[in-house]
């Protein structure tokens, strides 16, 4: 049995006692009781003692879900390549499904770019100064990941004002500049360091290089002539992106953010992020590069779609693989929200690990990587982010309710 002090409040109008469900706690599932009250959890199989009680029988109680990094916000404010919808709208929309799908705190992959259009520093500005003028309409914590594309010396003053916000972002350290720009011959999950003096280029009028750019010429909403002409300016700025890359991660450290580094493929890049303080391995391309960063203690991140499909769309390591290797510790939404429940389905199916060892991928573990201690189990002290899933053996799971901070986000009634 486990309560607050006596000292604290043990009767007050928004108390809650759910009762009746299988409760996932630290230790395994248990059928135990859980109090809220005043947006946290007050006590574990304790009395109701005025709290309402919300019988939750063949239900699943579990912290609810928290996404290191996602990116599908962007099919609401681009439906189609070239189609731009209102901010505000696509936001909400954004919201209201990730309420649905459970998870109470997410990190919007919000991409940095030197491109124009949907991901360039003109969007993130909108979206930064959207999400703050709504919050109070918000249903779930939206928090950003400023994944910064380490070409785009234009974003640093919008980095700067982030940092300064009441929700301190992450900072993501991205180069698909170089990527765009590596020889054809030469896989990306092979790629040598990108800042290596001998990094393999590609030339400007290479056909697979010109598909590329038509592909990114249609989102940017630009002729692809002049998309080309565009990243071959910017990739004159390579000398010094280097030190653009210290003075982002000087800012990231002063504000306390975490720091992660995408597609890694060389233990070479872990060592350069991590030396800067990026302690964070989000979606390593190889196993190599895994076990590197594993070694160094860094927390590893795989996409949940990867888990949920059974592989990678991209041919990088197969996230059940990962975790049953001991190399995987968070599992990201990346571009689908309903993956992250959806793969731990999967996994625990698959009899990859127990169910116990499974939900803190997708909850306890990115909290932490996070540094967000305040939630992710259901313990007492913990902030109230639950999840009521509605899981018949064998069947698919699906969220009925939603809660953040003891407050209803997302409830929703079977026909049945």
Not at 341 to 351: E, F, H, N, P, Y
């Amino acid at each position: 049995m486990n309560a607050l002090p006596p000292t604290a409040p043990t009767r007050t109008e928004d108390a809650l006692l759910i009762e009746g469900a299988e409760v996932l706690m630290p230790g395994g599932l248990a059928r135990v009781s859980v109090r809220l009250e005043g947006g946290m959890i007050t006590g574990i199989d304790v009395a109701a003692d005025g709290a309402r009680r919300v019988s939750a029988p063949g239900m699943l109680l579990a912290p609810a879900l928290v996404d290191i990094h996602g990116d599908a916000f962007e099919r609401q404010l681009m439906p189609r390549p070239g189609v731009l919808l209102p901010v505000e709208a696509a936001l909400l929309e954004t919201d209201r499904q990730l309420a649905a799908n459970g998870i109470a705190t997410a990190y919007h992959a919000l991409t940095l770019s030197w491109e124009p259009g949907l991901r360039s520093v003109q969007m993130g500005w909108d979206v930064l100064g959207t999400l703050s003028r709504i919050a109070p309409r918000l249903t779930v914590e939206n928090r950003l990941q400023l994944r910064w594309e380490s070409f785009c010396f234009e974003a640093v003053p919008l980095i700067e004002a982030a940092l300064a916000g009441l929700l301190t972002p992450s900072v993501a350290f991205n180069d698909h500049t170089s990527m765009i720009l590596l020889d054809p011959s030469v896989a990306l999950q092979d790629r040598p360091f990108e800042h290596a003096p001998d990094f393999p280029v590609t030339s400007f009028d290479n056909p697979v290089f010109l598909a590329k750019m038509e592909l990114r010429a249609k989102r940017s909403q630009m002729e692809t002539a002049a998309c080309v002409d565009l990243i071959r300016e910017i990739w004159s700025r390579r000398p010094h992106v280097p030190p653009m890359i210290a003075e982002v991660a000087a800012l990231g450290r002063k504000a306390g953010a975490a720091m992660l580094s995408h597609d890694d493929t060389r233990a070479e890049t872990r060592d350069f992020y991590r030396a800067l303080g990026a302690r964070i391995s989000e979606f390593p391309m190889n196993l190599a590069t895994a076990r590197a960063a594993r070694a160094a203690g860094d927390s590893i991140v795989f996409g949940a779609p990867n888990a949920a499909r059974g592989g990678s769309h991209l041919g990088s390591p197969g996230a059940a693989a990962m975790i049953a290797e001991g190399l995987c510790d968070i599992l990201a939404s990346d571009y689908y929200y309903p993956a992250m429940l959806s793969a731990v389905a999967r996994l625990t199916a698959d009899k990859v690990a127990p169910l116990e060892r499974l939900w803190p991928l997708i909850a306890a573990n990115p909290a932490r990587a996070l540094g967000l201690m305040d939630r992710g189990e259901i313990a007492v002290g913990q902030r109230a982010d639950l999840v009521l899933v509605d899981w018949p053996e064998g069947q698919a799971p699906a969220v009925r309710q939603t809660l953040v901070a003891g407050r209803m986000a997302y409830g929703a009634v079977a026909a049945g």
